[in-house]
C-alpha cells in the first residue's frame, strides 16, 4: 500500500469539445478487455494471495518465523497438513469483538467526526477536499481528516496504557490470528458487496466499467468511488482505514509483547516503530494529496483493494515488527545509525519528491524547483462526457531524473526497515522484495494507463523523461 503521484499535474482548465457530443467511452481508468495473461494472474492472486498471508504468519507462530521448516516438514513426513491447520488458532468471540469495535470506532472517526486539526495545524490541508476529475468527469468531495483520526486513537491507545488499563497494551499480538479471519471476513464482505453495489445501485453508473468477466470485476472493481450517503467513501476509508491507522498500533503492541518476554525493548524495534511511524504519518499529513494518486484516480474498488487494505497491508507490511517479537536484535551503534540514516535520506527523496510534484500542481507551475521555474509538457484527455481537460507534466527537479523518483525514495525507505531485522532469516524481507515487485509493476501499469489517457503527449514525455526509477539504469 505505498502513496503514488503519478498523476504528472491537475487540470487547469476545461473545453468543450466543438461538436458537444459525448463519447461512448474513454480509455483512461481500469482496462475494459482482458488478455490472458491478466486473467490468469487475477486468477493465482485470488487463490493464493490469502495462503501466501496465512503461510507467513503460521511461520511465525509455529516455526520461529523460518519459511523454510514448514516445506521440509511436510515433505519428510514429520508434520501434515491437518496438523499445522489444527496448531493454528481459530477465530474466538474476543477477536471478533476487537475487531468489530476498532472497525467501527474508525468509521464514527471518519463519517461522525469534522476535521479540526486544519484549524491550528499550520501547513496541513484537511477537512472537506475536493479529489480528481473522474473518467464520467465527475468530481467528488471528501472529509479529509486522518491525522485527525490517527492522533485520536493514539492519544486513547497511550492512555489506556499508562492510565485505564482497560486492556494490555500486547492485545493485538495476543489475538494476531483469530483477528486474522476477522479481517478475512471483512475483506471478502466489503468486496462482494462492492461488486453487487456496482451492478445493481452503483453511486455514479457512468464511472462503472464492466469487462464481462467476473473474476477480473471482483478483484479489480467495478465502481470507481463506490460511496454510501454523501461522505462515506469506500476508496478512501479502507486505503487510510482502518488498516495505515492500525499499522502504528501493531507495531506498538509488538515492542510491548518484546518488553513482556524479554524485560527490554531493542533499538531494532525502536528504528521499526520510529521509521514506519514516520511513513504513517506522512500519510496522514497529506492525505489531501493523496486523492490525486493512482488508488483514487484511478483504480476501481474491488478485492483488489478492499481484501488488501483489510488483510495483506496490515499483517505483511508489519512483518519485520512480529519477527523481532520471536527474534529480537540489538544492533550496534553503527549499523542502527547507519540504518537510520537510509531510512531517512529515502524517506526525504520520497517526500521532497512528492513536494516538489505537488507545489507544481498547487502553482500551476509559476514556482521554483531547485531555484529555477519548473519546465513542463502540457498534455491533453477527455473524460466520457467529451469535455476535454488539460495537465502540465513537469519535466525538472526530482521529475526530470526519472518519471517515478518517488518510489526510488520509498524502496530505500523499505529496504531499511529490513535491514533492522538482520539476516539470519529471509521472512522479513519480503517487504522490500514485495514492494519492488509492486512498485515496478504499478510504473508500467500506470504509464500504460497514461499513455491511453494522453496519447501523443505521453510519448513526448517520456522521451524528455526517459527514466522510470533509477537514473542512467531503469
Known sequence: ?????????????????????????????????????????????????PLIVYYFIMSCDQYQCSLIDPVIDLLTGNEHLSDIWNKTPTLTYKAAGIYTLWVAFQVVLYVCVPDFCHKFLPGYVGGVQEGAVTPAGVVNKYEINGLQAWIITHVLWFANAYCFHCFSPTIIFDNWIPLLWCANILGYAVSTFAMIKGYFFPTNAKDCKFTGNFFYDYMMGIEFNPRIGKWFDFKLFFNGRPGIVAWTLINLSYAAKQQELYGQVTNSMILVNVLQGIYVLDFFWNE????????????????????????????????????????????CTANAIGILMLGLIGYYIFRMTNHQKDLFRRTNGNCKIWGKKPEYIECSYMSVDGTKYYSKLMTSGFWGWARHFNYTGDLMGSLAYCLTC?????????????????????????????FSKYGKDWKRYTAAVP????PGIF
Not at 493523496?290 to 483488489?304: P, Q
Not at 488483510?311 to 529480537?328: A, E, F, K, R
Request: hydrophobic content about 40%.
Open 422 to 450: 538482520g539476516f539470519d532469516h529471509i521472512l522479513p524481507y519480503f517487504y522490500i522484495i514485495y514492494m519492488t515487485i509492486l512498485l515496478t509493476h504499478r510504473c508500467v501499469r500506470d504509464e500504460h494507463r497514461c
Open 1 to 49: 500500500m505505498a502513496a503514488h503521484q503519478e498523476k504528472k499535474g491537475e487540470e487547469r482548465h476545461r473545453q468543450s469539445t466543438q461538436n458537444g457530443t459525448r463519447t461512448s467511452q474513454v480509455q483512461w481508468g481500469r482496462a475494459w478487455e482482458v488478455d490472458w495473461f491478466s486473467l490468469a494472474s487475477i486468477i493465482f492472486l485470488l487463490m493464493f494471495a
Open 288 to 331: 489531501a494529496w493523496y486523492l490525486k494518486t493512482i488508488d483514487i484516480c484511478h483504480d476501481h474498488f474491488g478485492w483488489y483493494l478492499g481484501w488488501g487494505d483489510c488483510v495483506w497491508l496490515p499483517y505483511l507490511y508489519t512483518l519485520q515488527g512480529l519477527y523481532l517479537v520471536y527474534h529480537p536484535v540489538q544492533l
Open 467 to 470: 527514466y522510470r526509477l533509477i
